[in-house]
């Protein structure tokens, strides 16, 4: 497991570089920003962090794309089912790659928020929290459908879910009370609800809930990928 | 020679195990500077609230697993058996899952022994929280999985704690004693910050000394029961997941969920509350420990040392 997670560093270089250089830039402008700001632009800071840090996890999701798009050759697929390891090893070290880059990603937020808070900014722990967790629910469902059909039909099934998510609120801002966004605190309002302040009962249980039905999807997720890449090895080119 | 040459492995260990003891208690040098800073003791009142002093506390938390790193190029020594892997197998299962439910049902029965101690003349139709199962049911999952989210922190204690310090002790000198050793060194660690009024606050009796043997105490007994977990799965993740529970999900959150508001407000605290919540949640910490303890001390199996 280990050589082929070092497989997907080598062959993924360049993909991580540049992650890394935008969460650097990143990182460096919500610290000025968090150093510099007077406390009345708080909420809009909240905002605008709230911003980057969906940036920054769709720059994991970027990376990801990648771990399985490197790998879709019928060659490679061959050699590696023909090792110890075999298909299985291959699927999990996919898996096991997407979910380092993701905990990476939280654990380097998470201080980033620290140090932001320390300046005064508001702490968005659980926005990481629901951006970390939302992530691996979409990557359990997108990457059955990337391994057995290929890359380009698992982003367009994960661009599916998450234009789903857009149009719900969509609906929501038609029909549902968004009071809280026309009222004279709404820039308050909006990031109040991104670093979890006053969070109501249905928030507590999707907190509460998310992690486990994330993790469990996530495992599940891979039992059917082992069981379906040999499957869309099929299809592969070269 | 070859008694010579195990000598001078042992010798090397000890060496690895002190320049990490050093590193790791590193960042504590602060707290005096810190103190004079902040104008009072850093883990009470305002300055406990501060950004700054959480900021500070989860640098302290990652400082075990900077050191191990730091010791590990520092002594030339490889990074193997790092104990990174999540060893995911049927048989390891359960111990994932002990992680989550020992250290929950700690604070259950902690949070039940209060209600033995304090609470006994509440009537029981008044005792329990109503909304258990509407309230404090969310908020106790939403408590747990904090702590999976911040898996960070407490990965940064456990890849110091039992991803180096255990095995090295382990190799040293025999199980019991590596257990005890661990757990006094992890405890003593805490003592900066406990002559700050972490965890007891500062009002109990023989401060600063008698926070500082609670700790060790606290810290022998769930050294032994993450050392159990840590060996039997050779990974630090599950005892990453308990102390994340732990720490995210202890007595107070019990009995918060548990009891009915009326039934807290009847409650007089009594003097020195802080200390006495930690001498209680100590009783169930022993059960396990010992328990962890005898266990892990009988193993036998092939590859346990």
């Keep these: 497991m280990a050589g082929l997670l070092y497989k997907e560093l080598v062959l993924n270089k360049k993909a991580l570089l540049l992650t890394s250089g935008v969460a650097a830039v990143m990182t460096v402008y919500i610290l000025l920003m968090s150093a510099t700001s007077i406390p009345e632009d708080m909420s809009e800071l909240t905002i605008i962090f709230a911003a980057i840090y969906f940036i920054m996890f769709f720059m994991v999701g970027f990376l990801q794309t990648e771990f399985f798009r490197k790998?879709?050759?019928?060659?490679?697929?061959?050699?590696?089912?023909s090792t110890p390891k075999a298909a299985r090893g291959q699927v999990q070290c996919k898996y096991y790659a997407v979910l380092i880059a993701n905990v990476v990603m939280l654990s380097w937020l998470s201080l980033v928020d620290s140090v932001a808070a320390a300046f005064g900014a508001s702490s968005m722990s659980t926005m990481l929290h629901v951006l970390f967790w939302g992530q691996l629910l979409i990557n359990a469902i997108e990457f059955p459908f990337s391994l057995r059909f290929g890359v380009d039909k698992g982003t367009n099934i994960k661009m599916g879910l998450v234009l789903s998510l857009v149009l719900a609120a969509i609906i929501y801002g038609l029909f549902g009370d968004i009071s809280f966004l026309t009222s004279d605190d709404a820039v308050e309002n909006i990031a109040k609800f991104f670093s979890g302040d006053g969070m109501g009962l249905l928030g507590m249980w999707f907190i509460g809930l998310l992690?486990?039905?994330?993790?469990?999807?996530?495992?599940?997720?891979?039992?059917?990928?082992?069981?379906?890449?040999?499957?869309?090895?099929?299809?592969y080119d070269g | 020679m070859t008694a010579d040459n195990a000598r001078s492995d042992k010798r090397l260990e000890l060496v690895r195990l002190i320049i990490f003891c050093v590193l790791s208690a590193l960042p504590f040098v602060a707290v005096p500077f810190l103190r004079e800073h902040y104008g009072e003791p850093i883990c009470t009142g305002e300055a406990a609230n501060s950004s700054g002093i959480s900021l500070f506390l989860t640098i302290g938390m990652?400082?075990?697993?900077?050191?191990?790193?730091?010791?590990?190029?520092?002594t030339r020594e490889d990074f193997k058996d790092c104990r990174l892997g999540l060893n995911l197998k049927q048989e390891n299962v359960k111990y994932y899952v002990a992680a989550f439910a020992v250290k929950i049902a700690e604070a259950f029965a902690g949070a039940l022994l209060?209600?033995?101690?304090?609470?006994?003349?509440?009537p029981l139709s008044e005792l329990f929280n109503k909304d258990f199962f509407s309230m404090g049911l969310p908020t106790l999952l939403a408590m747990i999985s904090f702590a999976l989210t911040g898996i960070v922190m407490f990965f940064g204690e456990e890849f110091g704690w039992r991803g180096y310090m255990m095995p090295k002790l382990l190799k040293l000198t025999s199980k019991p004693a590596a257990l005890i050793i661990g757990g006094i060194i992890w405890g003593l660690w805490h003592a900066p910050i406990i002559v700050q009024g972490h965890?007891?606050?500062?009002?109990?009796?023989?401060?600063?000394?008698?926070?500082?043997?609670?700790?060790?105490?606290?810290?022998?007994?769930e050294n032994c029961f993450y050392t159990l977990l840590s060996e039997r799965t050779k990974s630090v993740f599950p005892a990453v997941i308990c102390h994340g529970v732990n720490n995210q999900c202890g007595i107070s959150v019990a009995i918060t969920v548990l009891f009915s508001e009326a039934a807290l407000l009847s409650f007089e605290m009594p003097q020195h509350f802080s200390i006495i919540l930690s001498l209680i949640i100590t009783v169930p910490i022993t059960v396990v420990g010992i328990t962890s303890f005898v266990l892990f001390c009988r193993d036998k199996r092939k590859g346990s040392r």
């Design chain 1, 211 to 235: 992690p486990w039905v994330a993790l469990a999807a996530y495992i599940l997720s891979c039992k059917l990928s082992e069981k379906l890449y040999l499957k869309g090895v099929e299809s």
């Design chain 2, 62 to 74: 990652i400082s075990p697993s900077v050191a191990n790193i730091l010791t590990r190029l520092i």
């Design chain 2, 114 to 122: 209060v209600w033995g101690i304090f609470l006994r003349d509440v």
């Design chain 2, 199 to 221: 965890n007891f606050g500062l009002d109990y009796p023989f401060f600063p000394w008698l926070g500082i043997l609670l700790m060790c105490f606290d810290c022998t007994m």
């Design chain 1, 71 to 81: 790998d879709e050759s019928f060659k490679w697929c061959g050699f590696v089912t």
